[in-house]
């Protein structure tokens, strides 16, 4: 292994910087060259490459976002379309190659390992928490953050117009960001995909608040689950009362990365670069129980992400 590639894919997430600069430093330490493909998959298919040096990615730990930036290339589905980053890579010699990004981009970085002889790693960076084996993702914990100051926000509103509040999270399919900031948040009510049929329990929460004298209620809903919209206006046919949606879209995947994403994003980034020199490929990296570990990208895509209930349960109990 003498020369390594690195690109950052799909949605942005904040920490991916953090992982960007331990895989170029992690690299430079073991003496290998190391390149940055700006714009993921679509620089990788253009041949935006160019040579990183340990100041290059100075002053990048603290920042969200991807300094790589991240593009979206749904060509890249296609074997001919891969053919031509495959060429590109080959052409500046690289031997190993480090994807940071979601599900998707673990897809385009499967098929480049199978069909490549250039080793190739996938580091989980999205703000979703919605990939398969690992606890937790890159930029999970800063967008957490970030959703709970605003639902700490929008209670002051709530309590002093005696009104029910949703707030509409992040999350795609997976309800694990609605279910952190649930219960950090205090909320009332929680619906999450995994459980979306407890409408029905929202609907009864605010009746009997309404009746202990309690108006105020915070719902927080993942976005998998319908729209907050669209919740409003089943709560208030089914409650008589008016409820209001705050949807907190982009705001959620923005902002300086927590510490905690840092160190993960640290760990993690180094570790795919000790994977690629230990002459390993085809795997994705993760953190579970607070260990390090990487699995099969097979198998990543064989089991599916499971949000803890036992976390739900405990909401539950404590929401009352
Ligand atoms: P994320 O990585 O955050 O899940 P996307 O799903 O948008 O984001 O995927 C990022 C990129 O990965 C896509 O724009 C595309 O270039 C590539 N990609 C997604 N799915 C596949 C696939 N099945 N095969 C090859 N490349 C894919």
Do not use: W
């Amino acid at each position: 292994m003498k020369k390594i590639a690195v690109l950052t894919s799909g949605g942005d997430a904040p920490g991916m910087n953090a992982a960007v600069r331990a895989v170029v430093r992690t690299a430079i330490y073991n003496g290998l060259e190391v390149y940055g493909v700006y714009q993921g998959y679509k620089g990788l298919v253009e041949n935006n490459i160019k040579k990183l040096e340990v100041g290059d990615v100075g002053n990048i730990i603290n920042r969200g976002g991807t300094m790589l930036y991240s593009a979206r290339l749904p060509e890249f589905a296609n074997p001919e379309v891969r053919k031509g980053a495959i060429k590109n890579l080959e052409a500046l010699g690289i031997d190993g190659l480090v994807v940071i990004g979601g599900d998707g981009s673990y897809r385009g970085a499967m098929a480049l390992s199978n069909e490549m002889n250039i080793k190739t790693i996938g580091v989980p960076g999205t703000i979703d928490n919605d990939i398969c084996c690992t606890d937790f993702t890159i930029g999970f914990d800063t967008a957490l953050n970030t959703i709970v100051d605003a639902i700490d926000k929008v209670r002051d509103t709530a309590s002093s117009h005696e009104r029910a509040f949703i707030i509409e999270v992040m999350g795609r399919n997976a309800g694990d960001l609605a279910l952190f900031a649930g219960i950090a948040g205090g909320s009332e009510s929680l619906l999450i995909p995994e459980k979306k049929e407890d409408i029905d329990e929202v609907v009864a929460r605010i009746k009997a608040g309404e009746d202990r004298g309690k108006k105020h209620s915070i719902i927080v809903l993942a976005e998998g689950v319908m729209s907050g919209q669209d919740l409003a206006k089943e709560l208030k046919e089914r409650t008589g009362e008016e409820v209001r949606a705050t949807i907190l879209g982009h705001i959620q995947r923005g902002g300086t990365p927590s510490a905690q994403d840092r160190v993960l994003a640290s760990r993690l980034g180094n570790y795919a670069v000790q994977l690629l020199l230990a002459g390993e490929s085809g795997r994705a990296v993760g953190i579970q129980n607070n260990k390090l570990v990487s699995t099969k990208f097979e198998d990543v895509f064989g089991d599916v992400h499971n949000v803890d209930l036992s976390i739900y349960d405990v909401s539950k109990q404590l929401s009352i």
